[in-house]
């Protein structure tokens, strides 16, 4: 039980971490308005509004892998899902087993 509630503090801190990374990064294209991660299955949730879409769109990265080299990790993208057939075709055209160095913040938190 203990466990359980140590890994949903870690998360809840791993999601406000990369909300607001994505969108310092991310904010031409719109905003990230939800992020919800979960260390146990690999799986990151996102909901978005996103710049020309009248709703709210979720994109999900099922399944990522993290690696360290030294004091670094790096996340590694491996399978995406989203509310857009055309946002899912590009996510995993684009970003499948694409690596990633995460932040130092992000990397303390792992």
């Not at 466990?3 to 905003?31: C, H, P, Q, T, V």
Request: charged share 30%; proline share 1%; aromatic share 8%.
């Amino acid at each position: 039980m203990l466990g359980s509630l140590m890994r949903g503090a870690k998360d809840g801190a791993l999601a406000i971490s990369m909300k607001a990374f994505l969108n310092d990064k991310l904010g031409l294209y719109g905003e990230v308005v939800e992020c919800a991660v979960d260390t146990k299955s690999n799986r990151v949730t996102l909901k978005a509004h996103l710049k020309g879409e009248s709703q709210t769109v979720t994109a999900s990265i099922e399944r990522y892998e993290l690696e360290r080299e030294g004091e670094d990790s790096y996340i590694v993208l491996k399978k995406f899902s989203s509310s857009r057939e055309w946002l899912t075709l590009m996510l995993q055209r684009f970003f499948t087993d694409k690596r990633y160095k995460l932040p130092g913040a992000v990397t303390k938190l792992l």
